[in-house]
């Protein structure tokens, strides 16, 4: 079992940064590839990125390469998601997960579980 908690979201302007945090309980993080995804009011919830179990590969939708980077530091059991020149179209509710199935780098919403709580990025124009 494993229990994921997400922070780092604000508001921020059009062109900002901010950097989410998700965080794992359980001695085994380092064993799990992980993923971010995000959701908009009214829309499904979206692939954003995801990263292997050393880190070694990872993979970006289309809409955030260049801009987003994501990194994990198994020694504290976190995951990262930096996020550069923002845009009013990032703005969501963003969520990490574990990669139930393999070593990365699935875009499938149901390849992964153990959701956290999601925290809410909000860029504004």
């Known amino acids: 079992q494993v229990r994921l908690v997400e922070s780092g979201g604000g508001l921020v302007e059009a062109g900002g940064s901010l950097r989410l945090s998700c965080a794992a309980s359980?001695?085994?993080?380092?064993?799990?590839?992980m993923g971010w995804f995000r959701q908009a009011p009214g829309e499904e919830r979206e692939f954003v990125a995801a990263?292997?179990?050393?880190?070694?590969?990872?993979d970006y939708s289309d809409s955030v390469k260049g801009r987003f980077t994501i990194s994990r530091d198994n020694a504290k059991n976190t995951v990262y998601l930096q996020m550069n020149s923002q845009r009013p179209e990032d703005t969501a509710v963003y969520y990490c997960?574990?990669?139930?199935?393999?070593?990365?780098?699935?875009?499938?919403?149901?390849?992964?579980?153990?959701w956290g709580q999601g925290t809410q990025v909000t860029v504004s124009s």
């Open positions: 997960a574990v990669d139930l199935y393999g070593d990365c780098c699935f875009h499938n919403v149901h390849d992964y579980g153990y």
């Open positions: 359980g001695r085994t993080f380092s064993s799990y590839a």
């Open positions: 990263i292997s179990r050393s880190g070694d590969r990872f």
